[in-house]
């Protein structure tokens, strides 16, 4: 075997940098290495991180930036140079040789610190329209690491690599249907539209999916993924409906998909490498706010393959959504074209590609 090798993997700030990470994580772990997760104190990553006790994680400060304009600015940048310098110290201490950031500003100082110590460093991003701090953490990378071929052009100059999103190993081998639907106390010989916001839930999506649910015909059951900031409200709102679920945050992804014929979701680069690897339509309601119209972009993706209708949360209303959603669920036709077209944007080897380039720039 090739020689072991110390990875640290920042990956904190949202599910969709987090569970990437920990997808890398457990492939290196897997040929042998040894990994050390970075993430933040939000609790997000707490909650995200917490069935994954095999794993070593430590905790470093998030860093979000303001707006440029900002007077909030200089203080950013004192924090962004303070945890710069803690992580060098944890990549030395920990003797680390390789540093690869999942993306987000709390990639940057890891990833500065790494190319200061002349460690081997990588940043994976995982957008149509990749991230600014992404971006500027390329600056002091080795090599980037891309989702989707939509974000080569926006690292001129850079040593890119299109390796896919990967997803974690459970989600590798689905379970059946009949499991999904008992984790969840659905019946399995009824359609199942999974509604989910993202690792932080989403509030207008919530409740246009709540509202839509009296509009649904009666025979569509609902696995609705509330967020656990709105699992309450969302709980009120359709109580008494039958056949409809709700969970707060969803530890066990891999049985919802399981569960589910149609999904409802925003954006999120990590939803959709997932709901691509589930091989399942989708009905795509971008963030509306999301930076650089990323979501917008990701959308666009699985709409032109014709694996997703996309939809503008301007134009939707409970009504459109539940004729939508009724609409692909009643076309075996439609579904089966869009479950086909979803099939094809997998990338199951991501995880493989990341850990095959990362180890040929040691060896
Ligand atoms: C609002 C926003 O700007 N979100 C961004 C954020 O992702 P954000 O974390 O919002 O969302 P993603 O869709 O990328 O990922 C969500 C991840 O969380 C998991 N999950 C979700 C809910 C739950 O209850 N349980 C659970 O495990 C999903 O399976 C998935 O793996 O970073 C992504 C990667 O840069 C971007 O593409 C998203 O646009």
Avoid at 189 to 199: A, D, I, K, Q, Y
Wanted: a positive charge; proline letters at 5%; aromatic letters at 6%.
């Amino acid at each position: 075997m090739s020689k072991s090798l110390k990875v640290v993997i920042a990956c904190g700030g949202t599910g969709g940098h987090l569970f990437p990470g920990i997808a890398v994580a457990e492939t290196l772990k897997a040929r042998g290495h040894d990994v050390m997760l970075l993430i933040s104190k939000k609790s997000v990553d707490r909650e995200a991180s917490a069935k994954y006790g095999d794993l070593r994680f430590e905790t470093v400060e998030a860093v979000a930036k303001p707006k440029t304009l900002s007077p909030r600015m200089i203080p950013f940048l004192w924090r962004l140079w303070k945890t710069a310098g803690t992580c060098k110290r944890l990549l030395k201490q920990y003797q680390a040789d390789v540093v690869l950031g999942m993306g987000g500003f709390t990639s940057l100082p890891p990833v500065y610190a790494g190319h200061r110590l002349g460690l081997k460093t990588f940043v994976h991003d995982s957008n149509a329209r990749p991230g600014r701090a992404n971006i500027l953490t390329s600056r002091f990378c080795t090599r980037v690491f891309l989702g989707v071929k939509e974000g080569k052009p926006f690292f001129t100059n850079r040593d890119t690599v299109v390796t896919g999103t990967p997803v974690r190993a459970e989600m590798v081998n689905l379970p059946s249907r009949a499991e999904g639907a008992a984790a969840f106390g659905l019946d399995p010989s009824r359609p199942v539209l999974l509604v989910m916001g993202g690792s932080q839930g989403a509030k207008r999506l919530n409740d246009l999916a709540a509202e839509s649910s009296s509009k649904l015909p009666a025979g569509i059951q609902v696995l609705h993924i509330a967020g656990t900031l709105d699992f309450d409200r969302v709980k009120a709102t359709v109580a008494g409906r039958e056949g409809y679920v709700v969970v707060g945050f969803c530890d066990k992804m891999a049985l919802a998909y399981a569960a589910s014929d149609l999904i409802l979701a925003r954006s999120g680069a990590s939803s959709l490498t997932e709901v691509a690897h589930a091989g399942l339509p989708s009905i795509l309601v971008p963030f509306p706010y999301s930076a650089d119209d990323h979501q917008i972009r990701n959308a666009e993706v699985f709409s032109n393959a014709g694996a997703a209708e996309l939809v503008h949360e301007r134009d939707l209303d409970a009504g459109k959504l539940a004729n939508l959603a009724s609409g692909i669920l009643n076309d075996l036709q439609t579904r089966e074209r869009m479950a086909q077209a979803a099939r094809a944007l997998d990338t199951p080897d991501a995880s493989a590609r990341i850990c095959d380039a990362i180890e040929a720039t040691l060896h």
